[in-house]
């Protein structure tokens, strides 16, 4: 097993954690200064939930689009212009000079965006730690939760303090810190494909990918699951009212306590053989709001729950293990923003389902849509592994026509 000293011993992961650490602090405290700008000019709350996570959905038009460039593109290079980027997103945001429809096209714009510097992060990391991407993965997991926890708290406070726009600066002030750490930080890599890049090339690949009965069942077992759970999370405001922020901690807990556990003392045997376990952990105690639990139990319910979470290590684990270097970017892309689409698909669901029965059975539902497609998926995964030494899975190793 790979240890927590052995990671941060690399420099280029030190800039990877950091730079990504920074970012996402950056555009947390930016996500929530301009929903509650937009809320104060439109008084719309679907605008300011726009404003909020209009970058998730926009993802699914990068994954079939541009994913293709992850594996063609140096970098550093595109790391660091791209939280450039973020930088001058923010700024325009706090000038004002668009209306609040401009302000919204500019976050999906870049939600496309992000779908590509996914996976270019994702494929650098498996470049970086060839021997610990697993535990690295799980590192950048907890640092994102944490930054998010520390991003809602202090966008909070700065909105109170700066108002909206002093926010956005703020968050553009991390944007150059989190740009200075990742150019610096970083060592020159070249590409690790080459060939013509584009939505004809994406397509194909995407294709591959999703036809492999190796990884297939991998995308759809990283998918559904999660999906439809963060559909349940985001009932926790109809659910618990202004107590609603002691499950979105608990979650946020349960959820770095699983990436800790699972990414650092598991071995990868281990690892694979809890993953079907722990996303069904990750439903069942969703069962028990059908009971209307009062809130500590709700929040032991909530904070369990999350820490299945981790099953989704042992998938990736396994996708880079039989994914060849010159698809790796693509193919953790093609996962990390599948999942974001099938999240806001899940919110979508379970937002319905509330409609027509309410907070609390809607979430026992996602409950129990999520336990019968882990269950679902059990006997594909199976078979998934079998079919890594199958000419369909040796497919995936021989270089595409890009051409």
């Known amino acids: 097993m790979t240890t927590f000293h052995e990671i941060f011993a690399v420099r280029e992961f030190r800039a990877l954690f950091a730079g990504n650490a920074l970012g996402v602090a950056g555009q947390t405290i930016q996500m929530l200064a301009l929903s509650s700008l937009v809320y104060a000019a439109t008084d719309a709350p679907l605008l300011a939930a726009l404003a909020l996570l209009g970058g998730l959905l926009p993802q699914a038009v990068g994954a079939l689009t541009l994913l293709s460039f992850a ?217 028990i709001f059908v009971l209307r639990p009062e809130l500590p139990v709700a929040v032991v319910a909530v904070f369990v729950a999350s820490t299945g979470y981790a099953g989704t290590l042992a998938l990736q684990q396994r996708l880079v293990a039989i994914v060849p270097a010159g698809l790796t970017g693509q193919a953790i892309g093609l996962e990390s923003s599948g999942r974001m689409t099938f999240q806001a698909v899940g919110g979508a669901f379970v937002g319905t389902v509330a409609q027509a029965t309410g907070a609390a059975t809607a979430m026992t539902v996602a409950g129990a849509a999520s336990l019968l497609a882990t269950l679902a998926l059990v006997p594909q995964l199976r078979r998934a592994q079998k079919a890594n030494s199958t000419p369909v899975a040796r497919r995936i190793s021989q270089p595409l026509p890009y051409r």
């Open 71 to 287: 594996d063609r593109v140096r970098p550093r290079g595109f790391l660091t212009v791209w939280a450039a980027a973020g930088v001058i997103q923010a700024l325009v945001l706090a000038s004002g000079v668009l209306p609040i429809p401009g302000m919204l096209l500019m976050i999906m714009a870049f939600g496309v965006g992000e779908a590509l510097a996914s996976a270019v992060r994702g494929g650098l990391l498996a470049e970086v730690l060839p021997g610990g991407y697993v535990l690295g993965r799980s590192v950048l997991n907890v640092s994102v939760g944490g930054m998010q926890i520390a991003g809602f708290a202090a966008g909070g406070t700065l909105i109170a303090a700066l108002g909206p726009r002093g926010a956005l600066l703020v968050a553009a002030g991390l944007g150059v810190w989190a740009t200075a750490v990742t150019g610096t930080g970083l060592r020159t890599r070249a590409p690790r494909s080459t060939g013509r890049a584009g939505v004809a090339a994406t397509w194909r690949a995407d294709r591959l990918l999703l036809g492999s009965a190796a990884v297939r069942p991998l995308l759809l077992a990283a998918w559904l699951p999660n999906g439809v759970i963060v559909g349940a999370e985001a009932m926790y405001v109809p659910y618990a009212g202004a107590a609603a922020g002691v499950l979105f901690v608990a979650g946020a807990a349960g959820m770095l306590l699983g990436d800790l556990l699972v990414g650092r003392w598991m071995t990868a045997t281990t690892r694979e053989r809890w993953s079907s376990p722990l996303r069904a952990l990750l439903a069942v105690p969703y069962l």
